[in-house]
Every structure is written in C-alpha cells, then in structure tokens.
C-alpha cells in the first residue's frame, strides 16, 4: 500500500467513524479488487432499485478517473503516434487509464430477454456465466440481502471460479452466506443503508485508482 492510499484509508473511516465495525472487511474487499485487477481481472457488479444505480455509479468511476487524472502510460502514447500519427497522440492524450469493470444492470436486451423467456432471478446469473471466470470479481449489492437474482449471482460467480462480495445491510439475509466476503454496513433502514453503500464503495474505487495508477 503506497502512502498516499494509506492517508486514504486513514481520512475515510476518520470520517465515517460508523463504518468501523466493517473496516476489516472493507479493507480486505479493497485489496481484494486491487490483486484482481493488477492479474488482468474483471469486476461484474449487479443490484436492483437503488442498488442497480449504484452498480452503474461504480462502473463509472471506474472505468475513468475518479479523484486521480490518470494520464496514459508513455508507452502506451507512443503506440497511439505510431499507429496513428499526430491524430493519435492527441487522442492518446486525453484517453485516461480504465479499471475494467461491468454493470450487469445495464445490458437491457439480454436483461429483458432473459426475464422474458424464463425467470427474473436470472438475468444476473446469466451474465456472470457469459463473463466471469477465475480472476474476476462478482460484487452483488442489496440493502435487505435477499434479492435472489443477486444470490444467484453470487452462486454463478463461485461456480465460474470468481471471487464473490455480497454488500448488504446489517443482517445481510440470504446473501450472508453465499459470498467469498460479506459487508454488512451496520444500520436497517433502507435510505441510512444505501448512503453507507456509497461511502465504501466510493473508498473502494478510491484506494483501487490510488494503488493501480501511483503516479
């Protein structure tokens, strides 16, 4: 952990002192999406309602900076300049570094269809089937934890040997025990419990950029 995550690490649960009953497990979520993407892994994240946005909020951030700029490494412009000329470099320049990372929210086609031809419990599960696989990171978010589309993708993941991360509310129902790691963020109300799902996932997109991308 280079010095700046861990100021990181330090100013997040200075400031979310009600996050301290799962600072373990935060933390080892963190270093968890960090040792998979540094392998060339995936994160596949999946929720409904609010849950689904906060998948797609995720992706977000990850997929370009965040709170770093994340500037294209120089080989990576030069092959831009060589490939493409002065067009490339420019184009380079303005390209940022990407952690790779799906919504599996988004994809309305094969949601719908999957929903369609056969049960709502799989449009998630379905997906994990397509891409994860061993190095890749399933992360399932319900605030009750008994969303069963988001269990059985959790049980897909294991399957498909990625690792699996179930955030849920204090509890965590039936997701409890179908994740590789649990994070119970600890409040029952619905709204307390998707504020504290935004807190540590934007400290997960946080500390992954600051160790992937150090300077």
Not at 36 to 59: K, M, P, Q, Y
Not at 64 to 78: H, M, Q, V
Not at 98 to 114: E, K
Request: aromatic share 8%.
């Amino acid at each position: 952990m280079n010095e700046r995550t861990r100021k990181l690490v330090d100013c997040f649960f200075a400031e979310n002192p009600g996050l301290e009953p799962v600072r373990d497990q935060v933390l080892e979520a963190a270093h968890v999406l960090v040792r998979r993407f540094l392998e060339g892994g995936t994160l596949l994240v999946c929720g409904n309602g609010g849950s689904c946005a906060d998948s797609d909020h995720i992706v977000g951030e990850l997929m370009k900076g965040f709170l770093l700029k994340r500037p294209l490494p120089p080989a990576e412009r030069e092959l831009f300049g060589s490939l493409f000329g002065p067009e490339g470099t420019a184009l380079a320049d303005k390209l940022q570094g990407a952690l790779p990372a799906i919504s599996l929210c988004s994809q309305q086609a094969l949601v719908t269809a999957v929903a369609n031809d056969g049960d709502y419990g799989l449009v998630f599960a379905q997906q994990v089937m397509g891409y994860a696989g061993p190095g890749d990171v399933v992360l399932g978010i319900s605030t009750s934890g008994n969303a069963r589309n988001v269990k059985w993708a959790l049980m897909a993941a294991k399957a498909r040997g990625a690792f699996s991360m179930a955030l849920t509310g204090e509890g965590g129902g039936a997701l409890r025990d179908a994740a590789d790691l649990w994070i119970p963020v600890p409040d029952g109300r619905t709204f307390r419990i998707q504020e504290l799902h935004g807190a540590v996932y934007h400290f997960l997109c946080a500390f992954a950029e600051s160790e992937m991308f150090p300077e």
